[in-house]
């Protein structure tokens, strides 16, 4: 109790002299294969890379709940809605970070639209807000993100994405901040009908390129089991699935070795 007292209170701390808004990745199929997933298409997408919602053929829903290293302050909950239609696919999503007096909180609005047999692309407007105890109310920014989806093939898939690449920020005690951009450049790869590779690097302004590997494995239909590692610092995911019917359900825990255990849970309902 202690010590997630004592990192909350430093988060806090933290968040209030020093910016620290982001944009969070959601899905707990996602966070078992160590968010290597910008080539992923699913609900999802309106997270990882918006180029993904053209292959989502059903209207679909998704809820997530992340209780980061069990501090309860530190939780995420998000949803995301994704309607298909003959000009394009819709998107909307939002989370909102902590809880309280803190709170981060996204709202996007995404497009995509397949423009070749193989390749799709994706745009999203986002508004991101911070609130903290000192304000009387949540300031925020408007920025972009999008991405592109290419099919090399039927089993080999490569993804792209940005988030925020004119530099948008927020005003906060220490004068405006702003939010990194961030790029992400990978893939995913099918051996099989079992088994599947997802392979991702990504790399904002203010920190160093951070490499993310992910494996998916089908022992039987409808289950799947999953493994991932991400550093440095160095992270440890896993998870598991199971599709019953128009329902998915996932569950994944993150590990890291100075802060502890990162258990998630989504769900996913394509109607």
Known sequence: MMKQFLFTVSFLILGIFAFSIENYHSGARSLAL???????????????NQAGLTAVNTFSAGFFYESKFQIEELSLVSGALVL????????VSFFQFGKGNFKENKFGLAFSKLLTKRLSAGIQLDYLSQTF?????????VTIEGG?????????????HVFNPFLRGIETLN???????????????????MVLLAFEVEKNNRSPLLLKTG????????????????????KYTSGL???FGKVTTDIG???HGNLGLTPSVSLQFNL
């Not at 105890?133 to 920014?141: A, H, L, M, T």
Request: hydrophobic share 35%; net charge positive.
């Open 253 to 255: 825990f993150s590990y």
């Open 241 to 243: 699935g199971y599709t």
């Open 215 to 234: 494996v998916e494995c089908k022992p039987v239909e409808n289950l799947a089991l999953r493994f991932g590692v991400s550093g440095k610092p160095f």
């Open 148 to 160: 592109v989806i290419f099919s090399a093939s039927e089993d080999l898939v490569f993804g792209a």
């Open 133 to 141: 105890p000192e304000n009387f109310r949540s300031k925020g920014f």
């Open 34 to 48: 160590s968010h290597a997933s910008v080539s992923f298409s699913d609900v999802w997408s309106t997270f990882h």
């Open 84 to 91: 298909p239609t003959a000009s394009g696919n819709f998107g």
């Open 175 to 193: 004068g405006k901040q702003k939010v990194p951009a961030v790029f992400r450049f990978g893939g995913r790869y099918h051996f099989d009908t």
